[in-house]
């Protein structure tokens, strides 16, 4: 310490390069490594310079590219053009109120020779496959949702984005391609749309323009129309498997590592709180349900949901869904009213669809009543975002207690966070599982058992990376001992 001045903190040494030689003023030392194409590395420019060239194309085709239309052509155009004539005669022939009586197979059988007196009157021959591609269409228009129908049945698709009556986009493998669909015209639209709010007792229209649903498959519809919508009425169906996926498959399609599977599957089976955390489509349901297969047969649980879309693979399993204000704008039944009301049903898991708002405070209270292992999705871009989002969640309602009170609840609460990704591969990825460990001050500390490092891009577009372990003891380990899961669960760990 100089007396009278500033404090000593030792001698500045020269930053040094690999060679232990002083580095030079242009070019850091060990924490600034040469960038590819230095001097010290005379092969890299021309891969630099690859890579460069490779970039500036892609952003010139980026910018040139013109967006062209999918046009509806061929044998379904025909039949098509042929439904629009046969459709008006064979409803003047057929009891609308008895056809919707009937299963597809029996209004088949009811509709062939109905369907070829019409086309004997229009004149019109067809063959074989014409006549009972036309027998389906006109099913699926009468029972089922239309042109939707065809896409709903490849189990392929994983999203159906309708944008009008004109465009109509489907996800498949993790990429958005547009679909060879065509409706007739808004009011055929629309009328598909209703027919699904209507299948759940919801409806749509102008004073309503907005709508959640499902299909009997557990698909989950959404449907928003004019005049919120400008472009006709916009239909987006998420898809599900119907072959229920487990842990073991998402080890198995690349999205986490065997380290990772195996602590998912211990902190299901061990009862502890967990929130998956992702963005919208990343996959935050799908690990719900592969994550529900680990909870224990003799288990009660209760899923709250806005639209019920879980489908969890375990036996004593009651879904409850929320209900939306009438016209008068009463009987609204929230998320928040269905947690303190399952709270009354002896459940031993709650488990949330997802957090939107001030029902996350209703969430721990169960996390912290004695409902271990309960579980919801929300939406956020990282572990630490996550508790950010859930304190901000109930300072949004209108709970009355200080923030630092709400971050202890919430570290008290929850035992694991789950992030999940969609990668712009399309590729689904389970990114981070993190613990909570405590408070530290006012701050949430938690602790990174695995992490997804990426590592670089192939030829065919994929990302590249690997699963890596922190290596740390993780803090849950007493509640896996409470269930004889405590060493298995330090060894996927470690």
Known sequence: MNPGGRPSFGVAKPMRGGSGKAASPDRG??????????????????????????????????????????????????????????????????????ASTLTKEELSEEFRPIILEVLAELKVTLNRREQFALEKV???????????????????????????????????????????????DEQHLFQIAQRIVNQVGRRVDQTTPLADARLKDGSRVNVIVPPLS?????????????????????????SMSDKMATALKI?????????????????????????????DPGERV?????????????????????????????????????VKNALRMRPDRIILGEI?????????????TGHDGSMCTLHANSPRECLGRMENMILMGDIKIPKEAISRQIAESVDLIVQVKRLRDGSRRTTNITEVIGMEGDV?????????????????GKIMGEYRSSGLRPYTLEKARQFGFDQAFLEACL
């Open 29 to 98: 030392g060990e924490q600034f490594p040469p960038l590819p194409g230095d001097d010290a590395n005379p092969v890299a420019p021309s891969i630099a310079n690859d890579r460069n060239v490779d970039a500036m194309t892609r952003l010139a085709d980026r910018a040139n590219n013109i967006h062209e239309q999918v046009e509806v052509g061929g044998f379904e155009a025909s039949v098509h053009k042929i439904k629009e004539q046969v459709l008006p005669r064979l409803l003047e022939r057929v009891d609308p109120e008895a």
């Open 267 to 295: 902190a299901g089976a061990c009862r502890m709180n967990v929130v998956i955390s992702g963005g919208t489509g990343s996959g935050k349901t799908t690990m719900l349900n592969a994550l529900s297969k680990m909870i």
């Open 444 to 460: 949430i500390v938690t602790q990174e058992l695995f992490k997804f490092e990426y590592l670089d891009e192939g030829e065919d």
């Open 302 to 338: 209760l899923t709250i949901e806005d639209a019920a879309e879980l489908r969890l693979q375990q036996p004593h399993w009651l879904p409850l869904e929320t209900r939306p204000p009438n016209l008068e704008g009463q009987g609204a039944i929230t998320i928040g009213d269905l």
């Open 356 to 368: 939107r708002g001030a029902e996350c405070f209703d969430l721990l209270a169960a996390m912290n």
């Open 230 to 254: 400008l472009r006709g009425t916009a239909l987006s169906i998420r898809k599900f498997s119907e072959k229920p996926i487990t842990i073991d498959m998402l080890k198995d399609f690349g």
């Open 138 to 184: 006109l099913i699926d228009e009468l029972l089922g949702f239309g042109p939707l129908e065809e896409l709903l049945n490849d189990p392929e698709i994983s999203d159906i984005m309708v944008n009008g009556p004109d465009q109509t986009y489907i996800e498949k493998k993790g990429k958005l391609v547009m679909a060879p669909i065509r409706f007739r």
